[in-house]
């Protein structure tokens, strides 16, 4: 019965013309949210889709205003009120809005808002087509939230496909000491060595990112005054809906400070090393002078021992001389007797007292020698005594050398020992941080890949986004005018 009526009431050519009309809008309203306001902004009509899309049924809404759907702190203002004197006055206005759905929840909508006019070309009322982009706005707002914070944490400076420099953020121009009028329409090469700029592998590198090939390490750059700043980066093809690269992207990080560091803690490494085999050597020469000296002191030893032994001799000799001196003595003695017989037999002892004449003259010659050698040897072992007690202090000294000698050498193996276990922990030190570096490197990379990858979604979005008005109605909301009375476009209930 439906059928019948509508094909009576398309009949003919304008009949046609109603019937194309209405699939179109019957179409806009499987696909769009649809209300209807008057004039003032009171509720005249909504379809499922908008009220599925706020959370409303029809007979909550019909007769209210559009207030209903506007955060309470925006109804009374200056713009609120203005936007509805505006489409009042048959003026169109279309993009996104946030407004608030039954339970209270935001909901953000790509909507136009069309005034319908009659035949004399006034406005009657207002349609509002509209697609819930909640999530898309969500999806969007989290993209250039993370940017944001990427963009706190990151150096990030962007290129054109040739090397151009685009813009550059805070962190970045920080890092290179540059101000952004300073860099913006320069070329990268502005950071780089000039030897570097005219090399072959400089081009490739650039023709490398202009095929959409990224790029990630630790690069020398060279800051303004010709400071040079150590980065790590990755330079990062921007592909646009197609996947055909039109930008670069480069993240970085100032690894200046922390590549100085290292630097230093391998000449360190290095010094500690080379002090380990230094004073490796020493104690090695430490170790022979303690040998040296021991054996030096065994040999003073036995020169005290020997010299001991000469003292007992010398001391056994004088007493030697001492019982000869005492022999010599009791010959003079009894030579002094024999004379007094010879001289008391007359002239019968004048032999004997010649003879005991003799033998005293050789007794007190003999004494006078044995007197003699006794004071040389008394001297010999006083002196003898007193190189012994030098030789005992030398001794002394030998033994204490001995004993300073091994504890240089205790003390040098200590260094030694210290130095390789230093040298040993500087180079796990260094390795740790090697191994830190790597991951750090791997952690921007990943960063660096999900802010390329939130970019491009963003790019594509702004490259492929369908919005649904037409150039010629985009026009009209650009110069803010009302749509023309003809070709009058009448709303069909349904």
Same mark, same amino acid.
């Given at each position: ?16 013309? +109603? ?10 309203? @499987? ?13 005249? #009509? ?21 207030? #209903?759907? /506007? ?29 608030v759905r039954r339970d209270g929840r935001d909901v953000w909508l790509q909507a136009s808002y069309n005034p319908i006019f009659d035949k004399r070309g006034r406005p009657l009322k207002v349609v509002k087509y509209a697609t819930d982009i909640t999530d898309q706005q969500q999806r969007q707002a989290d993209t ?7 963009? @706190?944490?990151?150096?990030? $400076? ?7 420099? /685009?813009?550059?953020n805070d962190l970045f121009l920080n890092a290179v000491g540059y101000h952004a009028s300073e860099v913006e329409g320069r070329h990268h090469s502005m950071f780089v060595r000039p030897e570097e700029a005219r090399s072959a592998a400089y081009q490739e590198f650039w023709r490398k990112l202009r095929s959409g090939?990224h790029d990630t390490g630790q690069y020398l750059r060279i800051g303004k005054g010709g400071r040079q700043v150590w980065i790590e980066a990755s330079y990062n093809p921007i592909l646009d809906a197609e996947g055909r690269p039109f930008k670069v992207v480069k993240y970085a990080t100032d690894i200046t400070k ?39 002191? +065994? ?7 020997? #010299? ?18 005492? $022999?010599?003595?009791?010959?003079? $003695? ?36 044995? +007197?003699?050698? +006794? ?12 190189? *012994?007690?030098?030789?005992?202090? *030398? ?5 204490? /050398? ?8 205790? $003390? ?12 040993? @922990? ?69």
């Amino acid at each position: 019965m439906q059928w019948i009526t509508l094909s009576r009431l398309f009949r003919g050519e304008r009949g046609m013309q +109603k019937a194309d009309l209405y699939g179109q809008i019957s179409a806009i309203h @499987k696909a769009q949210a649809v209300i209807e306001f008057d004039l003032e902004g009171h509720i005249l #009509m909504a379809n499922q889709n908008f009220l599925d899309t706020m959370g409303y049924s029809l007979d909550e809404i019909l007769g209210q205003h559009h207030r #209903m759907f /506007i955060d309470p702190d925006e109804r009374e203002s200056a713009e609120y009120l203005a936007f509805w004197e505006k489409l009042g006055q048959g003026a169109y206005d279309a993009g996104r809005y946030r407004r608030v759905r039954r339970d209270g929840r935001d909901v953000w909508l790509q909507a136009s808002y069309n005034p319908i006019f009659d035949k004399r070309g006034r406005p009657l009322k207002v349609v509002k087509y509209a697609t819930d982009i909640t999530d898309q706005q969500q999806r969007q707002a989290d993209t250039e939230g993370q940017l944001a914070a990427i963009s @706190k944490v990151q150096a990030i $400076i962007e290129f054109e496909l040739d090397g151009t420099i /685009i813009r550059a953020n805070d962190l970045f121009l920080n890092a290179v000491g540059y101000h952004a009028s300073e860099v913006e329409g320069r070329h990268h090469s502005m950071f780089v060595r000039p030897e570097e700029a005219r090399s072959a592998a400089y081009q490739e590198f650039w023709r490398k990112l202009r095929s959409g090939e990224h790029d990630t390490g630790q690069y020398l750059r060279i800051g303004k005054g010709g400071r040079q700043v150590w980065i790590e980066a990755s330079y990062n093809p921007i592909l646009d809906a197609e996947g055909r690269p039109f930008k670069v992207v480069k993240y970085a990080t100032d690894i200046t400070k922390r590549f100085t560091a290292a630097q230093t803690l391998r000449v360190a490494v290095q010094g500690l090393t080379e002090n380990a085999e230094r004073a490796s050597q020493a104690n090695a020469l430490a170790l022979d002078a303690s040998k040296v000296a021991e054996q030096g002191g +065994k040999t003073v030893k036995g020169v005290v021992q020997t #010299m001991g032994a000469i003292t007992d001799s010398s001391r056994r000799i004088s007493e030697i001389i001492g019982v000869m001196d005492g $022999i010599a003595f009791q010959t003079n $003695i009894l030579a002094l007797n024999a004379a007094v017989e010879a001289a008391r037999a007359g002239t019968h002892g004048k032999g004997f007292a010649v003879v005991a004449a003799e033998v005293r003259s050789l007794a007190q010659n003999s004494a006078a020698a044995a +007197k003699e050698i +006794k004071g040389l040897i008394t001297t010999s072992v006083e002196q003898i005594e007193s190189g *012994a007690g030098q030789v005992q202090s *030398a001794g002394t000294t030998m033994e204490d /050398i001995v004993a300073s000698s091994r504890r240089v050498t205790e $003390i040098m193996a200590e260094v030694v020992n210290v130095s390789l276990a230093q040298s040993a @922990k500087l180079a796990d030190v260094t390795e740790d941080i090697t191994q830190m570096t790597s991951e750090a490197a791997q952690t921007l990379r990943a960063t660096q890949e999900a802010a390329d990858a939130q970019a491009a979604r963003k790019d594509h979005r702004a490259v492929g986004v369908v919005k649904p008005v037409t150039a010629a109605v985009r026009a009209r909301q650009a110069a803010n005018t009302p749509l023309p009375p003809k070709p009058v476009l009448e709303y069909v209930r349904y």
